[in-house]
């Protein structure tokens, strides 16, 4: 008896690039892009999963650095004021 062993077959990424863009700006549906590349309809399924979790991830990401920018702004508002007053009110003792 021969053992037969499936191999996944490998695709580059510029390849699954490739697909997914095509599949974001067609209209046609992912079971007829992937049958058009040759490719199963449940690889380029996880392919899209995996980019859309990616840009989710980023999104999330960008969405904290931009909290955490605006929380730095308003402490060094905050700052900047008091460091105002301070100097008003030692010039004004100074005199």
Known sequence: ??????????????????VLDVLENSPKSMFQIAKEFGVAYPTV??????????????QKQNSNESKQLKLEIERLKKENEILKK???????HLD
């Open 1 to 18: 008896m021969s053992k037969e062993v499936s191999r996944k077959k490998q695709y580059s990424q510029e390849f699954k690039d490739q």
């Open 86 to 92: 301070a100097a008003t009110f030692f010039a004004k």
């Open 45 to 58: 399924s996880s392919w899209k999963s995996a980019r859309d979790n990616k840009t989710q991830s980023s």
